[in-house]
């Protein structure tokens, strides 16, 4: 079992930054790979940023490609998300996902096994 907890998010204004943080327990070194999604209102969930399962590879939705990055630290057991110029379109509520499986596809919503609570981000224009 993962537990993932979230924290960093909060209001901002549209060009500002925000970093999120997701920190892990229960897990055994280099046995999971974390991943971002987020979700607005009334829309599905979607993919923002993850890793490859070796971490040597990061990945990013277009929208948020260039202005978001994708972090870890391994001695913290915890991942960030690094979220630059943001927009309004960036509000959401922003969730760390933990996937176990080594040929899972990093991007997808349905390969991640461990889910955190969820952390607010709203981005005024």
């Known amino acids: 079992q993962v537990q993932l907890v979230e924290s960093g998010g909060g209001l901002v204004q549209a060009g500002g930054s925000l970093r999120l943080s997701c920190a892990a327990s229960?897990?055994?070194?280099?046995?999971?790979?974390e991943g971002w999604f987020r979700q607005a209102p009334g829309k599905e969930r979607e993919f923002v940023a993850g890793f490859s399962w070796s971490g040597a590879q990061t990945y990013y939705a277009d929208s948020v490609k260039g202005r978001f990055t994708i972090s870890r630290d391994n001695a913290k057991n915890t991942v960030y998300l690094q979220m630059n110029s943001l927009k309004p379109e960036d509000t959401a509520v922003y969730y760390c996902a933990a996937r176990s499986d080594y040929y899972s596809d990093p991007v997808s919503s349905p390969a991640y096994d461990y889910w955190g609570q969820g952390t607010q981000v709203t981005v005024s224009s």
């Open positions: 229960g897990r055994t070194f280099n046995t999971y790979s």
